[in-house]
């Protein structure tokens, strides 16, 4: 007889600490909650134009620019919209003609759709791989956007940021790094456009768009929106302007700006981009460690140098119903390792970003062969 599964229980000491193991929205620091709490009679609910919310913003644009080594001349732009605005704001001010997209998951696939959906673009050129894997870019004299993604969060395959070889000269390489951004290592001189949401590596709430501008992006931008119509919402320009004000053009969650710039703080405090990729390399060795000696699970991704480093996916032998495991553990507090809905694989997918304790990412191992063993009496 098998276990019915809303009858299994974890044993307290296989339940990590903190059961938030999702890909976005993440896992928040309680610390970071209780600074907001001890300060919201000051802070949430005050005017996004005077200097506590301005200041916020400015340990933002700072906080990046110190987390990912910027050199002189870039910019760091703040907006309203999420990951998904920036794409269509790129849509509008950063691609000239044609864009090129390594498409390798679902979030690659959608910028590149962005792209082709324009009636004033030429049609992208993507290079794909399967799902599960990277593509190998090379560059196109025809394309003047180069579209990376340093992570694709629904399939947990990292890639590498370079320049491509045999793109033309003028090319901008605009990276989406969502799910990488305060996770994974990156030289700042192979990128143009940097550009990322804070509710993943940064451990905040959603709504808000962060990208780095190169002098050439920054030049770019401005030539095209002088001679094109651009919607004020998506237009760089006037993002560019209000973020040098330290604002953003229109009203932004102030509790989202207050936890990004709290999470950047504690990432340099405690040594900046190198601690937290570091502590994303012991969150991976752990995770991809007990999947490689599971009889059951093993990593979705077959390359280890592909295996993202801040989220990971794992497929389950068919015997064992990942939905069923990640139902069990949700029931007891662990929660959002479901895999990417449209990946629709058997596996689960887990988060390995900053705030994330290794040791809860033990836990975890610990309590899915629990739930596992469980099922199988
Ligand atoms: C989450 C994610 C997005 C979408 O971000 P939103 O802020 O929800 O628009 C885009 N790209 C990647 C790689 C992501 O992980």
Redesign the pocket.
């Known amino acids: 007889m098998t276990q019915s599964p809303e009858r299994i229980v974890l044993p307290d000491d296989l339940r990590p600490a903190d059961g938030r193991f999702g890909?976005?929205p993440s896992k928040v620091r309680a610390e970071a909650v209780a600074d907001l709490a001890a300060g919201a009679g000051q802070l949430l609910g005050t005017s996004h134009r005077q200097d506590r919310v301005k200041h916020l913003v400015r340990r933002i644009r700072e906080g990046v620019a110190d987390l990912l080594s910027l050199p002189e001349g870039h910019e760091v732009l703040v907006g309203n919209?999420?990951?998904?605005?920036?794409?269509d704001a790129a849509v509008h001010c950063l691609v000239d003609r044609r864009s090129q997209h390594a498409v390798f998951?679902e979030?690659?696939a959608?910028?590149a759709d962005a792209a082709s959906a324009a009636p004033h673009l030429d049609e992208p050129l993507r290079v794909e791989a399967p799902y599960g894997t990277r593509p190998a870019v090379t560059g196109d004299e025809s394309a003047d956007v180069i579209a990376l993604?340093?992570?694709?969060?629904?399939t947990g395959v990292q890639a590498e940021i370079r320049r491509p070889a045999g793109s033309a000269p003028d090319a901008l390489v605009v990276v989406?790094?969502?799910?990488?951004a305060g996770g994974l290592r990156v030289d700042a001189s192979e990128f143009d456009v940097y550009y990322?949401?804070p509710?993943?590596c940064l451990a905040s709430e959603?709504?808000?768009?962060i990208a780095t501008f190169s002098p050439a992006a920054i030049e770019r931008l401005d030539r095209l929106t002088a001679s094109r119509y651009c919607p004020a919402f998506l237009h760089l320009g006037i993002a560019l302007e209000n973020s040098i004000k330290d604002q953003t053009y229109n009203t932004p969650a102030i509790a989202t700006l207050f936890l990004t710039a709290h999470t950047l703080d504690w990432i340099l405090e405690n040594g900046g981009l190198e601690f937290a990729a570091s502590r994303c390399d012991e969150s991976a060795r752990i995770l991809y460690g007990w999947a490689d000696g599971s009889s059951y699970a093993c990593a979705f991704v077959e390359d280890p140098e592909e295996r993202s480093h801040t989220?990971a996916t794992i497929d389950f032998a068919e015997s064992v119903e990942a939905a069923t495991v990640a139902s069990v553990l949700r029931r007891n507090g662990i929660l959002d390792v479901e895999p990417y809905r449209k990946l629709g694989r058997n596996q689960l997918r887990v988060a390995l970003y900053p705030a994330i304790d290794p040791g809860d990412v033990e836990s975890l191992t610990r309590a899915i062969d629990h739930v596992v063993e469980e099922l199988r009496r």
């Open positions: 890909s976005g919209g999420g990951t998904t605005a920036f794409w998951g979030f690659s959608k910028f993604t340093h992570n694709e969060t629904s989406d790094a969502t799910s990488a990322f949401a509710q993943k959603g709504g808000l768009w989220v």
